[in-house]
């Protein structure tokens, strides 16, 4: 069974950082695409970033570009997301999901994964 668990949020105050993890099971992720999503209170869910696991190349949305890093450890079968200098508006429920095969331009179509974590919290206060 395909699992995805997410962890590593916490509230930090602005300009903090955090890595949030997501490890999968069940599965061998080095043919997947693994994507980054986030939830504001009030807002839609919506695509932060993305790595393909087989080539290791990352996708960001151009809001987070210089704050956000996705990266992978395949030995841990481990997703990470670092994000850096932290804004009260990265405030959100952010999920790992996967997809298999590589990331191609439209990676943030959510209805293309089909396997999702439950999300871990990160709160922001300024």
């Known amino acids: 069974q395909v699992q995805l668990v997410e962890s590593g949020g916490d509230s930090v105050q602005a300009g903090g950082s955090l890595r949030l993890s997501c490890a999968a099971s069940?599965?061998?992720?080095?043919?997947?695409?693994m994507g980054w999503f986030r939830q504001a209170p009030g807002n839609e869910r919506e695509g932060v970033a993305a790595?393909?696991?087989?080539?290791?190349?990352?996708y960001y949305d151009d809001s987070v570009k210089g704050r956000f890093t996705v990266s992978q450890d395949n030995a841990k079968n481990t997703v990470y997301l670092e994000i850096n200098n932290l804004k009260p508006e990265d405030t959100g429920m952010y999920y790992c999901?996967?997809?298999?095969?590589?990331?191609?331009?439209?990676?943030?179509?959510?209805?293309?994964?089909?396997?999702w974590g439950q999300g871990t919290q990160v709160t922001v206060s300024s």
């Open positions: 999901a996967t997809q298999y095969w590589v990331c191609g331009s439209s990676w943030y179509d959510q209805a293309a994964y089909d396997t």
């Open positions: 069940g599965y061998s992720f080095s043919h997947y695409c």
């Open positions: 790595i393909s696991t087989i080539t290791g190349a990352t």
